[in-house]
């Protein structure tokens, strides 16, 4: 198994191929707004044939719950699963065939879909997908980072985590933003996934429906999973 970086040709992120070279790690470069594309080439140049994509606007990622969504993929017989959406925007992991991921990059054709990268595979009705679903419905945390805000709570859980090392979880930010609600407040009006609603709003009409499929796609799939969650949270400000 390898790390493969997936960025674009873009002169800002020659940083990140610095980074990627620094650290021993492959990388690919390609178009910035065709992310379907980008994905695809990258996993075609190096023969990969199982995707674990995680996005690094994700800094708050579970390993536990990445380990989870990627056993259940291994262990049914699935062309994609993922954790979305009951999880926190920001916890998203998804695993998928290349095979899945070829057929995507061949059919897909809405400004979305290229750029969204899994939409075609979850809203074709082509693949057999899974959604693990955790037992409470966390999906109004914004833990990804899109705003200042978002930058800003991240670092704030950071700063309460530090004493955990490098790596922590779910349940510990859970726990921490229950000791110190106040943190929510910090990017309380950030809205998760806005970007992807954005990306639906500007798509031709032909996918007025999509996001309300993808809804029953998910819903008719989501099977409770052993997340390590305990407690139920209010929303950010209540």
């Given at each position: 198994e390898?790390?493969?970086?997936?960025?674009?040709?873009?002169?800002?992120?020659?940083?990140?191929?610095?980074?990627?070279?620094?650290?021993?790690l492959k990388y690919y470069r390609g178009s910035e707004q065709d992310v379907l594309d980008r994905v695809y080439q990258a996993a075609q140049h190096y023969g990969v044939e199982l995707i674990v994509r995680v996005t690094p606007d994700c800094p708050l990622l579970d390993p536990q719950v990445t380990d989870e969504v990627i056993d259940t993929y291994l262990a049914g017989k699935y062309n994609y699963a993922t954790n979305t959406p009951s999880c926190p925007d920001g916890l998203d992991v998804e695993v998928f065939s290349f095979k899945a991921l070829e057929r995507a990059w061949q059919q897909a054709q809405l400004p979305s879909e290229r750029e969204h990268v899994t939409d075609y595979i979850l809203n074709s009705g082509e693949f057999r997908t899974f959604n693990l679903v955790s037992p409470d419905d966390l999906s109004h945390f914004k833990w990804s980072i899109d705003t200042a805000d978002d930058m800003a709570f991240v670092k704030a859980v950071y700063e309460k985590l530090q004493?955990?090392?490098?790596?922590?979880?779910?349940?510990?930010?859970?726990?921490t933003l229950k000791q110190y609600p106040e943190l929510m407040r910090i990017n309380e009006k950030s809205v998760p996934n806005q970007g992807y609603y954005k990306s639906i709003a500007s798509d031709p009409p032909i996918a007025a429906?999509?996001?309300?499929?993808?809804?029953?796609?998910?819903?008719?799939?989501?099977?409770?999973?052993?997340f390590p969650v305990s407690e139920r949270f209010p929303a950010a400000g209540q």
């Open positions: 390898d790390v493969i970086i997936a960025t674009t040709t873009k002169d800002q992120d020659d940083v990140l191929v610095e980074v990627a070279q620094r650290l021993g004493d955990k090392g490098d790596i922590f979880y779910l349940q510990d930010v859970l726990d429906g999509k996001l309300e499929m993808s809804r029953r796609t998910q819903s008719s799939v989501g099977l409770t999973s052993s």
